[in-house]
């Protein structure tokens, strides 16, 4: 667990190094989820940058493609490309566009935009998998707010019905959207017993716990449903004067900021 935690303030750090010097915003959403990601990648989920084509891979969709700062910088970590290359390449004219499409970046599955297509993609992938009888398994990573769309609940009401057991959304709960807040905007709660309702295997837990969603990530497949983790996190989570601040989904920290972010991480 020690490992973990010290990979997550690592984690965090490369974020918000990168995010201040490529100019990329979304930075409070993308610290929200990182212990998330850090955990599909760190045994949650079968993927390794030594079999990143591997058929029977398990596979990250990662549908807040907005967040890409968490994505990129979670396969960096992992081995998939280097944090030099991110530093040069991301968000630069002629390089990788903020929103990564496979395959121009090693590991990434999906391209993404407009929120609300990434599970209705992961359910293809889970169904292709059954239909192929191949023994990968689906994660689909999605923001609170992304659950507004009406396309998410169409995808919800067909992976029960299709007994998609090898398929997984994780719900970035950090109560925050765009422009205020997720709760207010739509009557999103009780969301987990929505998940239920609609056929789901529905788990609430710690989003900011790696080893739990380790272990979720993990086990999730055994049963005959979807499941669903209700991750419930902190927008701008690690940096005291970023938590729960909606102000950081489009603020960009200067030099000065990054640096008492870092120097916070650090600790």
Known sequence: MEDLKEKAAALRRMIIELSCQTRTSHLGSALSCADILLAAYNGGLRISPEEASHPERDRLVFSKGHCALALVCALSQRGFCTFEHLLEKFNRPGGLQEHPGFPYVPGVENASGSLGHGLPLGLGMAAAARIGQMNYRVCVVMGDGECNEGSVWEAAMLAPALG??????????????????????????????????????????????????????????????????????????????????????YRIPNAEEAQAALKELDR
């Open 164 to 249: 998609l057991n090898n398929l997984c959304v994780v719900v970035d709960f950090n109560r925050w959207q765009a422009t205020g807040r997720s709760c207010e905007i739509t009557r999103l709660e009780p969301l987990a017993e929505k998940w239920s309702a609609f056929g789901w295997r529905s788990v609430e837990c710690d989003g900011h716990d790696p080893e739990r969603l380790r272990d979720l990530l993990t086990a999730f497949g055994q049963e005959d449903r979807p499941t669903a983790i209700i991750a419930h996190t902190v927008k701008g989570k690690g940096v005291s004067f970023m938590e729960d601040d909606n102000n950081w989904h």
